[in-house]
């Protein structure tokens, strides 16, 4: 991860919210949380652009997943990394319609897993920077 790469993370669940955003800023990131869909939107107006959207799909208000599909509607194409623990099988059919730049993370995943798969959205190669080129 390159340093002071801005990522947005959005969980409603405070410990993991914590844990991604210290393992991100460990890795050099700046990080902006957001605690719910609602809050995800807003940041991405107000503070970004950001190189990353972390979120979580089960939010109040609106899930990460509609919030990232809202951004995708509005022509932001910012690289997002969904997070979840439900088990539905048609949530990696909503992930693969955000595009290339979206990746699906299952809970429960350990951190390393997680920098992992920051490091193929954002790294060298990744299917993001090739869409960037096009």
């Known amino acids: 991860m390159i340093p002071g790469t801005r990522?947005?993370?959005a969980d409603d669940?405070?410990?993991l919210l914590q844990s991604?955003?210290?393992?991100l800023k460990?890795?050099?990131a700046d990080v902006v949380c957001a605690e719910s869909g609602a809050e995800l939107i807003t940041k991405m107006a107000d503070e970004g652009p950001f190189a990353l959207v972390v979120a979580d799909i089960s939010m109040p208000w609106m899930s990460g997943l509609?919030?990232?599909?809202?951004?995708?509607?509005?022509?932001?194409s910012t690289?997002?990394?969904?997070?979840?623990?439900?088990?539905?099988p048609q949530i990696d059919e909503?992930?693969?319609?955000?595009?290339?730049?979206?990746?699906l993370l299952r809970k429960p995943f350990v951190l390393d897993d997680l920098l992992q798969a920051v490091?193929?959205?954002l790294g060298p190669g990744s299917p993001c920077r090739e869409q960037d080129h096009e």
Not at 79 to 88: C, G, I, R, W
Not at 94 to 103: H, I, N, S, Y
């Open 7 to 9: 990522i947005l993370v």
């Open 13 to 15: 669940e405070p410990d």
């Open 20 to 23: 991604v955003a210290v393992a």
């Open 26 to 28: 460990q890795g050099g």
């Open 66 to 76: 509609h919030a990232m599909h809202t951004a995708r509607f509005a022509g932001l």
């Open 79 to 88: 690289p997002v990394l969904v997070m979840t623990a439900l088990p539905d």
């Open 94 to 103: 909503q992930v693969r319609a955000l595009g290339r730049g979206a990746l």
């Open 119 to 121: 490091e193929w959205l």
